[in-house]
């Protein structure tokens, strides 16, 4: 029963910040599996926006949000985090959570959505003024 649950979305001003939560259970080791953040808008394909390897050590981001969103993650609560800074209205999407076993040791790259075989829910934020 793996189940994997987001939070932390909403409404906020252009320029403002938010801190997504996604946890994790039913993975016998959580630190086996990369972790990773994507988002869709309305009418449009699920984009990557960022990954983190076993450890938090090694995050990857796509040109879009890299110096303004922050991926992390705590194992020992089985527990992966976005923050994201200085948010602009084309931010605005539902945010989904999704782990790939062992996927940037074996691979090397975040990859795409039909790559991941674990989601969240999604979360909704909206940025407007």
């Known amino acids: 029963q793996i189940q994997v649950v987001e939070s932390g979305g909403g409404l906020v001003q252009p320029g403002g910040s938010l801190r997504l939560t996604c946890t994790a259970t039913?993975?016998?080791?959580?630190?086996?599996?990369?972790m990773a953040w994507f988002r869709q808008a309305p009418g449009k394909e699920r984009e990557g926006v960022a990954c983190v390897n076993w450890s938090g050590a090694t995050t990857h981001y796509a040109d879009s949000v890299k110096g303004r969103f922050t991926i992390s993650r705590d194992n020992a609560r089985s527990t992966v985090y976005l923050q994201m800074n200085a948010l602009k209205s084309d931010d605005t999407a539902v945010y989904y959570c999704?782990?790939?076993?062992?996927?940037?040791?074996?691979?090397?790259?975040?990859?795409?959505?039909?790559?991941?075989?674990?989601w969240g829910q999604g979360t909704q934020v909206t940025v407007s003024s």
């Open positions: 039913g993975l016998n080791r959580f630190d086996d599996y990369s």
């Open positions: 999704a782990a790939d076993f062992e996927r940037l040791r074996r691979l090397g790259y975040c990859g795409r959505a039909a790559d991941y075989a674990y």
